[in-house]
């Protein structure tokens, strides 16, 4: 079998599969450069739980119950440290307007059965001090974990690797010019020019901080915010970095502008004000993967049955890497299709045939990024391989 893009959700399948006892071959010119570089890492099916989206939250809290199994499973297969914490997340409104749009979700939340616990001002400062007197209540949601997704890419890449699989740096432009069993098309943005599927680029913009001493961060939850009317993420790493996020664009630009920064930065300063004093060590952008409905695209291509398509998984891809690795190395395998599939099939969509071969990206692959030295970008078709979605 051929896996296309070696982002945590290829990698995954390929492992999953090669474990299996399957000839597994993983096609891309630059594994783990796409979104995932640019991810948070948030395993959020709680505080992701959106209005109308019931079928998709599903899905996430399934996933997020398989990911303590799928942690230590690859741990004990690699020996890395992926970075998986359990602290739980805390959800914050900066002002009262904040706090009312905050409670509006937590009910809806509540009324899914999900674990939403609201804290009084005094209950968030006992849990995080470094949290601003100002913040007017929140929330704890204590089964939204984090991971690193740099830490993910590569431990992911060896268990494939460990398994049997070959990981080659050839692009596919075509899936008629593959020659496997079953190809799996697992290349995010780049599942559009591959398969027809109506998968849009959708872009964010993520800066990460880093504690001046290096020490670990003065807070220990993932804090997500309310702030004035902007919304944005804080993630501590033991490591001292803090990853602060993220824009919602619709654009296929890889460029950082100074207003997403500045809005960021003053979001998280708002809520947790030490921030101030971190160190800026980088600023990037990334493309996730959307569909229509924002949910992901996980099945059989419609007309091609050998042809299977893990792809569209937007913010959630991280999240959704173990329950997409395990659906559709079951479809592989013979075990069937799961009834979790059925709303998330690729053929609720009309497939627009697309002839043209994907364009082969540059040696040199990587993720476009800006920093405190520096700035680069990528057009289209140097993403053409990806498949990296995010938080």
């Known amino acids: 079998m051929v896996v296309v893009g070696a982002g945590p959700v290829g990698l995954a399948i390929a492992w999953r599969c090669a474990a299996r006892g399957m000839r597994v071959v993983v096609h891309d010119p630059a594994p783990g450069s796409g ?13 992701e739980a959106y209005f109308g989206e019931r079928e ?49 979700l937590w009910a809806y939340q509540q009324g899914l059965g999900l674990p ?16 601003a007197p100002r913040v007017r209540g ?27 699989a070959v990981l080659v740096s050839e692009p596919v432009r075509r899936l008629r010019d593959v020659t496997a069993g079953v190809t799996v098309v697992a290349a995010g943005c780049g599942a559009a020019a591959l398969t027809g599927l109506p998968v849009r680029p959708v872009k964010g913009q993520v800066l990460r901080l880093r504690t001046p001493d290096g020490g670990p961060p003065g807070f220990r939850h993932v804090v997500r915010g309310y702030a004035d009317g902007e919304h944005v993420y804080l993630v501590p790493r033991d490591s001292g970095e803090v990853v602060v996020g993220a824009t919602v664009e619709e654009r296929s ?40 409905d924002n949910a992901p695209i996980l099945g059989p291509l419609p007309g091609q049955p050998d042809v299977l398509v ?25 075990g069937g299709a ?20 994907a364009a082969e990206p540059p040696p040199s692959g990587g993720v476009a990024s800006a920093s405190a030295v520096g700035s680069g ?15």
């Open 253 to 292: 630009d890889l460029g950082v502008c100074a207003g997403a920064v500045l809005r960021l930065l003053r979001a998280a300063v708002d809520l947790v004000p030490e921030l101030a004093e971190y160190d800026l060590v980088e600023t990037l952008a990334g493309l996730r993967p959307g569909t229509p």
């Open 56 to 104: 998709l939250t599903g899905l996430l809290t399934e996933s997020a119950a398989r990911w303590p199994g799928f942690a230590a499973e690859l741990a004990e297969a690699t020996g890395v440290d992926i970075g998986y914490r359990t602290e739980g997340t805390l959800v914050v409104g900066l002002t009262a307007d904040d706090l009312a749009e905050a409670r509006r």
């Open 138 to 164: 929140g929330a704890l949601a204590p089964t939204d974990h984090q991971v690193d997704p740099r830490r993910l890419v590569p431990a992911l890449r060896l268990a494939a690797e460990r398994a049997g």
């Open 116 to 131: 939403v616990t609201p804290l009084r001002p005094s209950q968030l400062r006992e849990r995080e001090p470094a949290l």
């Open 377 to 391: 970008a990528r057009t289209t078709s140097e993403r053409a391989m990806e498949d990296d979605s995010w938080n």
């Open 35 to 47: 979104a995932s570089h640019v991810a948070a890492g948030m395993l959020a099916p709680v505080a």
């Open 338 to 357: 799961d009834p979790l599939l059925a709303p998330f099939r690729p053929d609720r969509f009309a497939v627009t045939p697309n002839a043209a071969p």
């Open 310 to 334: 893990a792809t569209g998984h937007h913010r959630h891809g991280i999240v959704l890497t173990p329950v997409t690795a395990d659906l559709i190395t079951d479809l592989i395998t013979g």
